[in-house]
């Protein structure tokens, strides 16, 4: 079975990029969403010819399926009442996937922002359904090796914003890498 399998269809998969979007998100904020939205219409577009997207970018989107279905629940596990009715077994079915993708991708790529964001959405949803289990350990130990490795905790040492003074940058890489530096230390907290 291809990871693209388990793909929901594409009206879903922006409804439910939407929702994170809205609901998730918006308490961490560790997605640039033009980005992210355009990540998700490539791989849609990629799909339909018949491509199979990168691993990295299904590895960011299931995790943003998982937890837009998980976090479409109240507390006592009913689906809220203006929700589609999701299945709780698609969150878990979202979060192997991307767990299982992770795995594929540390093991063959370079380690990416796309990867760190999907880590950091992982560690939310596993620390909401799961509490301090060893996946959330994992994920969270996982992202901040990754992230150092990276050197995103040094991004605004003088010496890195010198840097950047000298030669063009993409901000929004730039701020992205700090949101996820701090996601990752406030997580430690």
């Given at each position: 079975m291809r990871m693209t399998d388990r793909l929901p269809a594409k009206s879903q998969a922006?409804?439910?990029f939407e929702h994170f979007v809205n609901n998730v998100d918006c308490h961490y904020r560790l997605l640039h969403v033009p980005t992210a939205r355009a990540s998700l219409d490539k791989c849609y577009r990629e799909v339909t010819a018949g491509y199979e997207p990168?691993?990295?970018?299904?590895?960011?989107?299931?995790?943003?399926?998982?937890?837009?279905?998980?976090?479409w629940f109240d507390d006592h596990g009913q689906?809220?009442?203006?929700?589609?009715?999701?299945?709780?077994?698609?969150?878990?079915?979202?979060?192997r996937t991307a767990i299982a993708l992770f795995e594929k991708v540390r093991a063959t790529t370079p380690i990416s922002?796309?990867?760190?964001?999907?880590?950091?959405?992982?560690?939310?949803?596993?620390?909401?359904s799961e509490g301090f289990s060893d996946a959330f350990q994992l994920l969270r130990n996982?992202?901040?090796?990754?992230a150092q490795s990276l050197r995103i905790h040094q991004?605004?040492?003088?010496?890195?914003?010198?840097e950047r003074a000298q030669k063009p940058v993409d901000m929004v890489e730039i701020e992205t890498q700090r949101r996820i530096w701090w996601h990752v230390v406030s997580s430690d907290w």
């Open positions: 922006y409804e439910l990168h691993h990295t970018s299904l590895m960011l989107l299931f995790s943003i399926f998982a937890s837009s279905v998980f976090f689906a809220v009442p203006s929700a589609p009715k999701y299945s709780k077994t698609a969150s878990v079915l979202y979060g922002i796309a990867v760190l964001q999907a880590l950091g959405i992982l560690s939310h949803l596993f620390i909401n996982s992202g901040l090796v990754m991004l605004d040492t003088p010496k890195r914003c010198r």
